[in-house]
């Protein structure tokens, strides 16, 4: 477990380059869960990267971005394809994996997709969700359960219906009964 305030440091440290170079980005993981809940704790954080206009990869976009800085060092398994930056002021440090927008998330971050949130930008409640739902789909992961059914139940209604897929969110429910009423409150919400 990692103390959320942490996280926030280190994602406020690193949105700044990111920010100061023209990328745009959003963070997404159980910290953004534990923002919300307002927990001291949370183990997952990671950032969400666009490529750029030219098709330049999110992964050498933020490499650039944070070659220059004494506060982070960059880890690349080029055959894992992942992308690690270390935030090295805390100790212990702060590990915050890099996702290519469009691969975890939406394709573009712009103000439909992110959301600011203590001075870090995230990804929206609908985005938030759509992600978490894709990657459980795969990983089955508690972890990521707990997430949706938290987001769902407490902001149902922030929830935009048209960024959740319906078969995903069917299966999800299906295997997680207590999400069912907020399930069914939005689907009723928006006419279905």
Not at 22 to 43: C, E, K, Q, R, W
Not at 105 to 130: A, C, I, K, Y
């Amino acid at each position: 477990m990692q103390e959320t305030r942490r996280l926030l440091e280190a994602a406020a440290a690193l949105s700044a380059l990111l920010r100061d170079a023209g990328i745009p980005h959003a963070f997404y993981g159980s910290v953004l869960t534990a923002v919300l809940a307002n927990s001291p704790f949370s183990d997952e954080i990671f950032c969400i990267v666009e490529g750029g206009q030219n098709q330049t990869h999110p992964f050498r976009r933020t490499r650039d971005a944070v070659s220059g800085s004494d506060d982070f060092t960059i880890t690349h398994s080029p055959w894992t394809n992942r992308l690690h930056v270390t935030y090295r002021r805390p100790i212990p440090v702060v590990e915050i994996e890099i996702l290519p927008a469009g691969e975890t998330g939406p394709r573009h971050l712009d103000t439909s997709t992110v959301m600011q949130m203590q001075n870090v930008p995230f990804l929206t409640l609908s985005e938030f969700v759509r992600a978490k739902l894709k990657t459980w789909v795969i990983r089955g992961a508690d972890s990521d359960a707990q997430d949706i059914s938290y987001v769902l139940t407490r902001y149902w209604n922030r929830i935009d219906i048209n960024r959740i897929t319906e078969q995903d969110m069917n299966h999800f429910v299906s295997r997680h009964p207590a999400i069912a009423p907020a399930w069914v409150s939005l689907r009723r919400k928006y006419g279905m």
